[in-house]
């Protein structure tokens, strides 16, 4: 896999290049969808990735937030899983809370995955079995045990909305971070205890992050405890993302399901 994990470090280096060129300056805003923006720099990043992976691998599938999706991938073993800019939003309001992610599917696990914040000079990376690391050094997620000394990533919106009422008073502190794949990264690096999420995602928010995550000794599960499969013929995740260490993520799940 090291040729597959320094491709896709190379793709997210120069993807980054060129969001930094957009990044608090001028581009075009359009609306996918309400509340769903894209712009020159997603768009630009998305064609970068695409030229350096598919001229490195030209048989594998892909699956891109930014490419229209083509039923073609669901019949390949490999599958590059794709979010040029995770955390637009942020992108947008000049916020430096968004990375580039890049994830290698093989029969429907992660084995490479790779963020990067341009705007912060970080780099996220793993392969399955070799550990996780940041800019070269190597991370491991929180070893904390008990829920009421953790600390735990939200979304604004979420918790603005009363959506984490429930679970917001087990836990010590609330943080704030626009991107779930760069929520995932920081619980990579131990910064935080636990990310939940009870808004639906697509696969591209999170695959990447889901292996670093693995890699530095935490989990990523869904609302029943179990890891997400992904190259799915529909990509969109059902409600309720769960992560850090396993034990805090079994302590926060019984909690949720019990008030479902």
Known sequence: M?????????????????VMRYYQGSYKVLEKSPNNPVTTADLMANHQIREIICHAF???????????????????SRV???????????FIAGTPEFAISIALVIEGT????????????????????????????????????????????????????????????????????????????????????????????NEWDFCAGDLILREAGGVLWDKTGQTIRYNKKRVGQPTGLFAGNPTLVKQIINHYSGES
């Open 110 to 201: 992660p084995v490479i995955g790779v963020l990067h914040n341009p705007a912060t000079a970080e780099l996220f990376y793993a392969y399955t079995g070799g550990g996780a690391f940041c800019n070269v050094t190597p991370i491991r997620c929180s070893p904390r045990q008990n829920l009421k000394q953790a600390s735990m990533l939200v979304s604004r919106s979420e918790h603005r909305k009363g959506l984490l009422a429930g679970l917001v008073p087990l836990v010590a502190e609330i943080q704030y971070i626009g991107s779930v794949t760069y929520k995932l990264a920081s619980l990579a690096a131990g910064t935080a205890d636990l990310y939940v999420t009870v808004r639906p995602k």
């Open 58 to 76: 030209p048989d594998d599938g892909w699956l891109s937030e930014e490419t229209e999706d083509s039923p073609d991938r669901l019949a390949k």
């Open 2 to 18: 090291q040729k597959e994990l320094d491709i896709a470090r190379e793709a997210a280096e120069e993807a980054g290049k060129i």
């Open 80 to 90: 590059w899983v794709i979010d040029p800019i995770d955390g637009t939003e942020e």
